[in-house]
């Protein structure tokens, strides 16, 4: 849990700083350098940490739709960076997350993408339904 609350606090710091360099650069020019930067940290990760000698033989068994992570991530550097300075680091999050997790419980409920099936209780959605409270109070001007 503490690593899932950094990477979501991460998020916010990164979608400010994107939303900068999007306003700053042009959306396209700054989703560009996010990625070519990342590509290249995670390419010294890569370098130094992983076990390339088993990488080949594994790409090959992966289907082909499990590599739309890529532009994936490109579509959610764009979208946070639309999205924050219109409605606000805090109003933009708040929808983030509220999607996030109805998707997150889909994709348990029907073991989707090769999940462990976790079934959708009632104690969820009465959880769903405080989230839409929380964030129309959260939205509400």
Same mark, same amino acid.
């Given at each position: 849990?503490?690593?899932?609350?950094?990477?979501?606090?991460?998020?916010?710091?990164?979608?400010?700083?994107?939303?900068?360099?999007?306003?700053?650069?042009?959306?396209?020019?700054?989703?560009?350098?996010? &990625? #070519? =930067?990342?590509?290249?940290?995670?390419?010294? /990760?890569? !370098? %130094?940490?992983?076990?390339?000698?088993?990488?080949?033989?594994?790409?090959?068994?992966?289907?082909?739709?499990?590599?739309?992570?890529?532009?994936?991530?490109?579509?959610?550097?764009?979208?946070?960076?639309?999205?924050?300075?219109?409605?606000?680091?805090?109003?933009?999050?708040?929808?983030?997350?509220?999607? &996030? #997790? =109805?998707?997150?419980?889909?994709?348990?409920? /029907?073991? !989707? %993408?090769?999940?462990?099936?976790?079934?959708?209780?009632?104690?969820?959605?009465?959880?769903?339904?405080?989230?839409?409270?929380?964030?129309?109070?959260?939205?509400?001007?």
């Amino acid at each position: 849990m503490l690593v899932a609350g950094l990477a979501g606090a991460l998020m916010a710091v990164q979608g400010c700083l994107n939303s900068y360099l999007g306003k700053k650069l042009g959306l396209i020019p700054a989703s560009f350098g996010v &990625q #070519l =930067l990342g590509t290249v940290t995670v390419g010294l /990760f890569f !370098l %130094f940490f992983s076990k390339k000698s088993s990488l080949l033989a594994e790409i090959g068994k992966v289907p082909l739709y499990y590599w739309l992570g890529g532009p994936l991530g490109v579509a959610i550097i764009y979208g946070v960076a639309v999205a924050i300075p219109k409605i606000g680091v805090g109003n933009a999050t708040t929808g983030i997350i509220f999607c &996030q #997790l =109805l998707t997150a419980y889909l994709i348990d409920h /029907f073991g !989707l %993408f090769s999940q462990e099936t976790v079934p959708f209780t009632g104690g969820k959605i009465i959880g769903l339904l405080l989230m839409v409270g929380g964030a129309f109070l959260l939205l509400r001007r």
